[in-house]
């Protein structure tokens, strides 16, 4: 399990690489719901907290139910690299090199 957590107040989508290191080794996910990475992930694939003491809560629930931790997790990894592959990334900085309109989506 790991808290992707930055400094500094939660901003819409913000987060760090880290995020990539995170899921992308399979770990369950906690993230703050005021980063809305609730329009990219649902709860079978990342867990969103309010504050401080949701968050104590999850932590707590999932470290003791390894087979919901592990099935998230896995889904949680899977939507990551389909979302965020390189093909995805490498196309979207090319069309947006050669000033076509591109999405990542």
């Given at each position: 399990m790991a808290l992707n957590l930055s400094r500094g107040q939660p901003t819409k989508y913000y987060s760090s690489n880290r995020i990539?290191?995170?899921?992308g080794n399979g770990l369950?996910?906690?993230v703050d719901k005021k980063?809305?990475?609730s329009d990219f992930f649902n709860k079978d694939e990342m867990i969103f907290y309010s504050n401080i003491h949701?968050?104590?809560d999850k932590i707590n629930f999932y470290s003791r139910n390894?087979?919901?931790r592990k099935k998230i997790s896995k889904n949680g990894?899977?939507?990551y690299f389909k979302l965020f592959n390189e093909s995805k990334i490498s196309k979207y900085f090319v069309d947006i090199s050669l000033g076509n309109n591109s999405s990542l989506f």
């Open positions: 990539a290191s995170i899921m369950l996910t906690f980063v809305q990475m949701d968050l104590a390894e087979k919901i990894k899977s939507k």
